[in-house]
């Protein structure tokens, strides 16, 4: 029948798709009229890693919603759990050195970079000023949306003067290597700024289950279209 042939192009589309859908996953998003502060200093939130990801781009805050950086802004990725000082991925945004706005953030692709289960990381902006404006909740800014890719992630918090990132302006953490741990009712639970965000990519696993289900359903499909006449026998 008519519809098991809709039906089989419509899972072979999903099939060649699917990849760049999953692709599409960022951690920190946000609403319009979020630029409240112009802090040139690190901002970060932190998060805790319970089932391997992978990140593939990593996002500038764009309180304009145009898609442009007017000055410079770095964006990083650091183990807290392990210390690193150095950046497990990071990223420079000048003028048009970026792809298409996604909503209020702007992303670079970095070359992937795997995510250890079990540790804490802090994703890390500094830069932002006047002309690039930062969301800050203490600042008036609403709480980022968060994307913990079905609980692959935990948010913890946020910090302006915890770092490890030594090319984002600090060689050590500034605060003594203590996280900041706001409880329910502190603005900084689970996370305060609207600065740094990330893209991830799926695990092989979960893109190897997706494709046998689609594979399966295809094929179901295509059997039925043909004992109903609708394929032709070779």
């Known amino acids: 029948m008519k519809?098991?042939?809709?039906?089989?192009?419509?899972?072979?589309?999903?099939?060649?798709?699917?990849?760049?859908?999953?692709?599409?996953?960022?951690?920190?998003g946000t609403v319009a009229g979020q630029g409240t502060q112009n802090f040139g200093g690190n901002l970060a939130n932190f998060f805790t890693v319970n089932s391997a990801l992978t990140v593939n781009e990593l996002g500038a805050f764009n309180a304009s919603g145009t898609g442009i950086i007017t000055g410079t802004i770095e964006v990083g990725i650091f183990d807290?759990?392990?210390?690193?000082?150095?950046?497990?991925?990071?990223?420079?945004f000048n003028p048009g050195n970026y792809g298409p706005a996604q909503g209020y953030f702007?992303?670079?692709?970095?070359?992937?970079?795997?995510?250890?289960?079990?540790?804490?990381?802090?994703?890390?902006?500094?830069?932002?000023?006047?002309?690039?404006?930062?969301?800050?909740?203490n600042e008036g800014s609403v709480?980022?949306?968060?994307?913990?890719?079905d609980g692959a992630l935990t948010f913890l918090d946020g910090d302006s003067t915890y770092s490890f990132n030594t090319n984002l302006g600090l060689?050590?953490?500034s605060n003594?290597?203590?996280l900041d741990r706001g409880g329910p009712g502190d603005a900084d639970d689970p996370a305060l700024y609207d600065a740094g965000s990330f893209g991830v990519t799926p695990e092989p696993g979960s893109l190897f289950l997706l494709g046998?289900?689609?594979?399966?359903?295809?094929?179901?499909?295509?059997?039925?279209?043909?004992?109903?006449?609708?394929?032709?026998?070779?």
Not at 4 to 11: E, M, R, S, T
């Open 212 to 234: 046998t289900g689609l594979l399966g359903l295809a094929a179901i499909l295509f059997w039925k279209a043909k004992s109903s006449g609708l394929v032709l026998h070779s």
């Open 106 to 137: 702007v992303y670079q692709a970095i070359s992937p970079v795997a995510l250890t289960v079990g540790d804490t990381y802090e994703v890390d902006a500094v830069g932002f000023s006047n002309s690039d404006p930062n969301g800050n909740m």
């Open 171 to 173: 060689t050590t953490p």
């Open 143 to 149: 709480a980022p949306i968060l994307n913990s890719f």
């Open 80 to 92: 807290v759990t392990t210390g690193a000082t150095v950046a497990t991925a990071s990223a420079t």
């Open 176 to 178: 003594g290597g203590t």
């Open 3 to 28: 519809k098991y042939l809709i039906a089989f192009f419509a899972v072979a589309a999903a099939l060649a798709l699917a990849p760049s859908l999953f692709a599409d996953g960022v951690a920190y």
